[in-house]
């Protein structure tokens, strides 16, 4: 069997590796976040919080660990969101075109795509959970070696099929428009209601009605979730509010995040067996 998208893959890693504008700015960006909003939200939320009384008994979390989850979160968003763009500049510059006369399946060239981004999210996860560890967010506090492997693993593969996700929808898109800044366009208008009507920085307790509704669909609320689950663990508070998490909710974060990422991938494969460059 032949796996031509391992062509694709590497020439969007070799890309990724080359530039080395993108590649510093992709790997400081959430290190910043961390570094600066993280902190300094960190230190104002525990203060106005510290009247709150602790659950006996329940583990009590800072604000940093809380957001470093959402930090994963938003940083995989918002690379995979745009790294389909470099499909719409393939085929700006009629290298989609030679792509598509190849032998090459179609299916191989999203398929390339999208596990380029899986790749470069990973190497973002581990590096915004190396350094939040080196600033204090308490990943992983009281685990074993076993289960923090394990936890890691889940990360991982909740991040993966999160990305693969995205990276459909984005490639979907941009082998759609015609220019930069329609893309840019429509990717900032899909980026900011699925960022703020989410649990990535904040809890949506206290939200509207219809807004803590669409949460629950939101496949950001369901990887924040899930790497809550595996590293803060299933009961702990943070900023006065209790989080318990069974299994069976970590499975829905799967499921759903299977499901958005088969949609999205369906979506793709029709969208390029339309494609016309």
Same mark, same amino acid.
Not at 1 to 13: G, K, L
Not at 47 to 63: A, F, H, K, W
Not at 186 to 209: C, D, G, R
């Given at each position: 069997?032949n796996?031509?998208?391992?062509?694709?893959?590497?020439?969007?890693?070799?890309?990724?590796?080359?530039?080395?504008?993108t590649?510093?700015?992709?790997?400081?960006?959430?290190?910043?976040?961390?570094?600066?909003?993280?902190?300094?939200m960190?230190?104002?939320?525990?203060?106005?919080?510290?009247?709150?009384?602790?659950?006996?008994? =329940?583990?009590?979390?800072?604000?940093?660990?809380? #957001?470093?989850?959402?930090?994963?979160?938003?940083? =995989?968003?918002?690379?995979?969101?745009?790294?389909?763009?470099?499909?719409?500049?393939?085929?700006?510059?009629? $290298?989609?075109?030679?792509? $598509?006369?190849?032998?090459?399946?179609?299916?191989?060239?999203?398929?390339?795509?999208?596990?380029?981004?899986v790749?470069?999210?990973?190497?973002?996860?581990?590096?915004?959970?190396?350094?939040?560890?080196?600033?204090?967010?308490?990943?992983?506090?009281?685990?074993?070696?076993?289960?923090?492997?394990?936890?890691?693993?889940?990360?991982?593969?909740?991040?993966?099929?999160?990305?693969?996700?995205?990276?459909?929808?984005?490639?979907?898109?941009?082998?759609t428009?015609?220019?930069?800044?329609?893309?840019?366009?429509?990717?900032?208008?899909?980026? #900011?209601?699925?960022?703020?009507?989410?649990?990535?920085?904040?809890?949506i307790?206290?939200?509207?009605?219809?807004?803590?509704?669409?949460?629950m669909?939101?496949?950001?609320?369901?990887?924040?979730?899930?790497?809550?689950?595996?590293?803060?663990?299933?009961?702990?508070?943070? #900023?006065?509010?209790?989080?318990?998490?069974?299994?069976?909710?970590?499975?829905?974060?799967?499921?759903?995040?299977?499901?958005?990422?088969?949609?999205?991938?369906?979506a793709?494969?029709?969208?390029?067996?339309?494609?016309?460059?």
């Amino acid at each position: 069997m032949n796996f031509e998208f391992q062509a694709i893959y590497w020439r969007e890693m070799v890309k990724f590796f080359r530039f080395k504008s993108t590649l510093i700015s992709s790997l400081i960006q959430p290190v910043m976040w961390l570094a600066f909003f993280g902190l300094a939200m960190s230190d104002s939320f525990d203060q106005l919080t510290s009247m709150i009384p602790p659950l006996e008994g =329940v583990r009590n979390v800072d604000y940093l660990s809380y #957001m470093g989850a959402g930090i994963i979160a938003m940083d =995989v968003l918002f690379s995979s969101l745009f790294g389909g763009t470099s499909l719409m500049f393939d085929k700006k510059f009629s $290298l989609l075109r030679e792509t $598509l006369a190849s032998p090459t399946p179609r299916s191989h060239i999203i398929l390339g795509v999208g596990l380029s981004g899986v790749t470069k999210a990973f190497i973002q996860t581990g590096m915004i959970i190396g350094f939040g560890k080196l600033i204090g967010m308490d990943f992983f506090l009281g685990y074993t070696f076993t289960e923090t492997l394990i936890a890691i693993t889940g990360i991982f593969l909740l991040v993966g099929i999160f990305t693969l996700g995205f990276l459909f929808l984005s490639g979907s898109i941009a082998i759609t428009i015609d220019n930069p800044e329609g893309m840019q366009s429509i990717l900032t208008l899909l980026s #900011m209601p699925l960022f703020f009507v989410s649990n990535a920085l904040y809890p949506i307790e206290s939200f509207p009605a219809i807004l803590r509704f669409l949460s629950m669909f939101n496949p950001l609320t369901l990887l924040a979730d899930g790497i809550r689950y595996f590293a803060l663990g299933d009961n702990f508070t943070v #900023m006065g509010m209790h989080y318990i998490y069974t299994p069976a909710d970590v499975i829905i974060s799967f499921l759903g995040l299977l499901f958005f990422a088969s949609v999205m991938l369906t979506a793709a494969l029709w969208r390029f067996d339309k494609v016309d460059v």
